[in-house]
């Protein structure tokens, strides 16, 4: 059983910097593509970000370029999230999720393991 446990949200001001983890357990870490995603009310999830296998590649939705960046560190299995110049817009639950390939895809049905979400609030 694979486990994915994120922190390291919170409330914050615009302009503000924040780092999000997802700590992995349960299968070799290493040998899967990894992605951010974000669930704001009333709105469905969306993809922010992912990377590939090793990380050599990753992907990020236009509103989060330049701003967000993530990345992977195999050796403790887990995946960060650095989002700088955070914005009102980025308010919302921010999961971490494991797809059972090597490939980034950005829909969430590609995922098959979820982490249980980590709030971000990003005040104006």
């Known amino acids: 059983q694979v486990q994915l446990v994120e922190s390291g949200g919170g409330l914050v001001q615009a302009g503000d910097s924040l780092r999000l983890s997802c700590a992995a357990s349960g299968r070799t870490f290493g040998n899967y593509a990894m992605g951010w995603f974000r669930q704001a009310p009333g709105k469905e999830r969306e993809v922010v970000a992912g990377?590939?296998?090793?990380?050599?590649?990753?992907a990020y939705v236009d509103s989060v370029k330049g701003r967000f960046t993530i990345s992977r560190d195999d050796a403790k299995n887990t995946v960060h999230l650095q989002m700088n110049s955070l914005e009102p817009e980025d308010t919302a639950v921010y999961y971490c999720a494991s797809r059972g390939s090597a490939w980034y895809r950005r829909g969430r049905d590609q995922y098959d393991y979820w982490g249980q979400g980590t709030q971000v609030t990003v005040s104006s």
């Open positions: 990377l590939t296998r090793g990380g050599g590649l990753t």
